[in-house]
């Protein structure tokens, strides 16, 4: 009995080990997460400056074409970032969510392991309990057979 307790309890380490590892998984995607969100933030930032640059440029008029093209070009190259950090942002935000779902997958299996593993040991120390208590069982009815007997 004392070898599937181990087992069990071995098991139990791995899959905590498990847990733990995604755990940490999970805390680095959501930092990434985090930044991305902040980059967006950023780039949002610079794209409502790209924009009101490129107004007073053309409201202006003062400038020439080759200014209002660069500030049309940095309006589209803004756009362009914000598309592919919008994108990296879904991303990382499914595989949040999926390290979750293993986590908690983990998080199952581990506590399976230790009821398992707890329910032997239960048993394991009834039936210990159960032999202790028949032999002072037998030692009391022997001595009460041999002071009766006297």
């Not at 791995?14 to 940490?24: A, C, G, R, T, Y």
């Not at 990434?32 to 980059?39: A, G, P, S, T, Y």
């Not at 190259?77 to 592919?84: C, D, K, L, P």
Request: glycine content about 2%.
């Amino acid at each position: 009995m004392n070898d599937r307790i181990k087992r069990f309890n071995k098991l139990e380490s791995i899959k905590n080990k498990e847990v733990e590892s995604l755990e940490i998984a999970l805390k680095n995607q959501r930092k990434i997460l985090d930044e991305l969100k902040q980059h967006l933030v950023q780039l949002e930032q610079d794209m409502n400056d790209a924009v009101t640059e490129f107004v007073t440029i053309s409201d202006n008029g003062l400038h020439s074409i080759e200014d209002l093209w660069e500030a049309r070009m940095q309006v589209e190259s803004i756009e362009g970032e914000i598309a592919q950090t919008s994108m990296e942002l879904k991303k990382c935000e499914i595989a949040v969510e999926n390290i979750t779902e293993e986590l908690l997958n983990r998080y199952k299996e581990a506590k399976i392991m230790e009821r398992a593993a707890n329910r032997l040991y239960e048993k394991e120390n009834s039936e210990k309990l159960a032999k202790e208590q028949s032999a002072i069982d037998d030692i009391s009815l022997s001595r009460m057979g041999r002071n009766g007997v006297s």
